[in-house]
Structure formats: C-alpha cells, structure tokens
C-alpha cells in the first residue's frame, strides 16, 4: 500500500533512466503522486527543461553517451538549473560514487532496489526543503528591496545644498553601501566655519539611521548662527533622548573663525586631530570628551582648544575605521602609521586617496571591517 498522501497540486518530476524496465517502475510509482516525465538518456534533458522546469531530478548514473555524473555537472554549473534538486537512484553501491555524486551537487543518493516508501519520504523532504528555500530567497529580496529603499532616503536627507567644500577635501570608504561616519560643512553669516566628522558605533544601517538627525540640527543651527558648541550640546542632548544606550556618536567638531583666524576644536571620542604647517608635524588634539550620545549633558567645563592658524596650515582629522585596518595576522593600522602616511600626504602635497591605497596594500585579501572617512582642513 502506498503510503504518501496524495498532494493537491502535484509537483513536477523529471526522471531519467535507460532502462525501460525501470522507466515503467518509477511511472507506477509516482504518478499518484507527481506530474512525471520520463527520459531515456541525458542528452534530451535540457530541451525538456527548457520547456518546463522540473521541481526535482531522478538521476541514473549508468547511461550511454552521457553518464548520470557527468549530467549532473552539467546542471550544476549552469545558473538556470543549479538549484534543480537532484536525487541519484542507481544501482552503484560504491561508497566512492555516492561521495562523487554528493559532491557534485546532488541532494541524495539511493541505491537499487529501493525500498517504495523510503523513494517517496526522501522525494518529499528534499521537495519541502527546495520549497523553504525558494520562499527564504524570496523573503531575502523582499527585505533587500525594503533595505536598499530606506537606505536611499537615508542618504538623502543626509545630503543638503549646504554643505560647504571650500578647503575641505574627503575620502570616505564605507564597508556598506549606508555609512556610519558622516562629514558635515556649513558656513554662518556671521564669517564662521562649522565642520563635524561623526562616527557612530558599528557601521551599516544601524549606524546610519542618526545621520540626517545630526544633518539637520547642524545645518539649521548654522543658518541661525548658533555657535557650535551650543550646537554640539543640543546635538549630544537629542542623541541621548532618540537613541538606544548601545548607539552613539563619536564627534570630531571644528569651529573656523575667519575673521580672526582661529580653531576652536571639540574632540568627542574621536581619533585625534593631527596639524602640520609647512609639511612638519605641529601637534594632535587629542579627545577629552564622551562620545555624543552617552548622557545627556554636554559638559560646560568642555571648553574648546584654541588654536592660532598660519597660511598653509594642514589638519587631518579620521575615524578609527583607519586605525582598525588588520593584516593577515591581525595586526592593527594603527595610529603611528596613521601619522607617518599623513606626514608623507603633508610634505609631499599628495592626494588623500595615498592614505586608501595604502589602507589596501596593508589588508591584502582582507575587506576593511569598519567605515573609513578622513578629512583634510587646508588653511588658505
């Protein structure tokens, strides 16, 4: 007595075998049960296939002309059928051919004579399982499409016509496509110069999702001539209140009087903030500050650093995404060659794309696990 349930949309199953015999068996078999076409050698496979796809392959290996191996190569190296299940039902018993034909891809190999009800529990499950995965596939898109939709808004409203590039240069590589380093610019009326490198924990999405916060406080704070430390403190302030304890901001904050010629530099948690005047090292502004985000005060005793400025003057400021680059053997970037590749940039008026190429020479295979974005403030 056959045991499987019959199903209320039979599915489809191609089945391939030289023998007549065995043709006629499978045909009894399973045509309570699937839609089946039967095959007398692999050669007629692909034009069947073109004309209707399988959702399952019965497989002899023994056959003329093309063996059942080299035809299930065949299927697996080509995009249009490599996800086709294929189930080897053969009379080779050799533990050597039923390694060969799992490693060529198949699900499942059985040998002849098969037992009825095991053929058709193994025909369901590897059915169920193809399923599954066509739905995850499709489940997987779904979400990338939903993903990569809110991620162009995102990027979007971090973007604004506002954004100031005079004497500012940026190198930016993110690990993905939404970054959690943000580089913002904007000039006030009243001849000051606002710029912020932020980094927030982690990188991707959840990284990002603060951005155009960050993006609007600063630039409408900007336009209404706000000083930045107060923009600072009400950046720190909103942070704090919309975000999850576990997600803050690393902040980098410059304040560029142009009227006086002078920095006033805010380091929150970042890298620190490397000068040079005339190709030699000066100083670095090191952070003495918490992270944006972490409470909700922004401390008033946090003064700024003052620094006079010289025509020429050069200031690098990065996220740790530079310093956490690895070699092979896990070695970190780090900040002493952060300093000798920047001294080379400075002195040799090199292009900040010289710091990338050699972030890429120092990691070799390896992808880079954090975002990296370095600014450069040149003082006319």
Request: glycine letters at 6%; one cysteine or more; charged letters at 25%.
């Amino acid at each position: 007595m056959k045991i499987a349930e019959l199903p209320k949309n039979k599915p489809y199953v191609l089945a391939i075998d030289d023998e007549l015999i065995n043709r006629l068996v499978l045909e009894d078999l399973l045509e309570d049960y699937y839609e089946v076409t039967l095959l007398d050698n692999g050669k007629s496979c692909f034009a069947s296939i073109a004309k209707r796809r399988p959702e399952l392959i019965l497989l002899d290996v023994n056959m003329p002309d093309l063996t059942g191996f080299d035809l299930c190569r065949q299927l697996k190296s080509h995009p249009g059928t490599a996800n086709i299940p294929v189930i080897f039902l053969t009379a080779k018993v050799a533990m050597n051919d039923e390694r060969l034909g799992l490693e060529l891809g198949a699900v499942d190999y059985i040998t002849k004579p098969f037992s009825e009800s095991i053929l058709l529990a193994r025909m369901r499950t590897h059915l169920s399982l193809s399923q599954t995965q066509k739905l995850l596939e499709k489940s997987h898109a779904k979400l990338k499409r939903e993903r990569d939709y809110i991620e162009y808004i995102i990027m979007s409203m971090r973007d604004d016509r506002r954004y100031q590039t005079d004497h500012l240069t940026t190198l930016v590589a993110p690990v993905e496509k939404s970054n959690g380093d943000l580089v913002l610019s904007a000039s006030t009326h009243k001849g000051h110069r606002h710029i912020l490198l932020g980094d927030f924990t982690g990188h991707g999405l959840s990284a990002a999702v603060a951005g155009p916060l960050v993006s609007s406080l600063f630039y409408s704070r900007a336009e209404q001539n706000f000083p930045l430390g107060e923009t600072a403190a009400l950046i720190n302030y909103e942070l704090s209140q919309k975000l999850p304890p576990e997600i803050f901001m690393a902040a980098l904050l410059i304040e560029w009087n142009l009227e006086t010629n002078k920095l006033n530099v805010w380091n929150c948690g970042m890298p620190p903030l490397l000068h040079y005047r005339n190709g030699s090292y000066v100083q670095e502004l090191k952070s003495d500050g918490l992270a944006l985000g972490i409470i909700d005060r922004f401390p008033r005793e946090n003064e700024p650093k003052v620094i006079e400025l010289c025509t020429g003057d050069l200031f690098f400021g990065y996220s740790d995404g530079v310093q956490d680059v690895v070699t092979q053997g896990r070695e970190h970037f780090g900040d002493t060659r952060i300093r000798k590749v920047l001294q080379t940039i400075a002195k040799d008026k090199l292009s900040l794309k010289h710091l990338l190429y050699t972030l890429e020479s120092y990691a070799g295979t390896l992808d880079f696990s954090d975002d990296v974005t370095l600014i450069q403030l040149k003082i006319p």
